[in-house]
């Protein structure tokens, strides 16, 4: 007798967003990734601060030539629909008509998620090429910076980001979308 694993079914975008539509998700915050539908922790206080400060610091920094977006989907691939902490593309809120497919940075604020926002939000986002991912992480009260994005055989997905940084509080990043501009780290983490 031949055992055979249980196959997992994969979404697409087309068919997620049906689902919404239906009210299959009616009261929960998902998001769509590699395939996935995955159910997000209801947000804490201490989250939902640190996500109003970040949007606020991301949009004095990079003003109106950047749209500053916070937890608002990016259409990456056929199977992959995440919804970032926050987002910062080329343009304004005007140029666009639908969900953005890129950005120059994309902003993960960790606490439970952490483990997740590191790996598969990590290697989903370096294979979409985005060029810098923060993870602003609430255990540890740092901000993680991954840079130059590329196929890696190192990771399960097949891409990550070959450069890591992680700055304490007393630290000062350097978007490489904005190479003019230094941000306070403490001013992230609050």
Known sequence: MQILD???????????????ELGWFERQRVELVKGEVVLMSPQKPQHFAAIDRVTEVLRKA???N????????????????????????????????????T????VEVSESSLAFDRHQKGELYAE??????WIVNLIDRVLEVYRDPGPASS??????????????????????GLPSRSISVAELLG
């Open 6 to 20: 249980p196959k997992v079914r994969r979404w697409t975008k087309s068919e997620y967003r049906q689902m919404a």
């Open 62 to 64: 990079f003003g109106t």
């Open 66 to 101: 950047f749209w500053v977006r916070s937890q608002g989907p990016i259409d990456l691939r056929a199977d992959s629909e995440p919804e970032p902490d926050m987002s910062v593309v080329a343009g304004r809120r005007e140029d666009y008509t639908e969900h953005p497919k």
């Open 103 to 106: 950005a120059i940075l994309l």
């Open 128 to 133: 979409a090429g985005i060029p810098e991912y």
């Open 155 to 176: 990771s399960a997905a097949g891409f990550c980001y070959a450069l890591t940084t992680t700055y304490t509080r007393q630290g000062l990043v350097t978007p490489v």
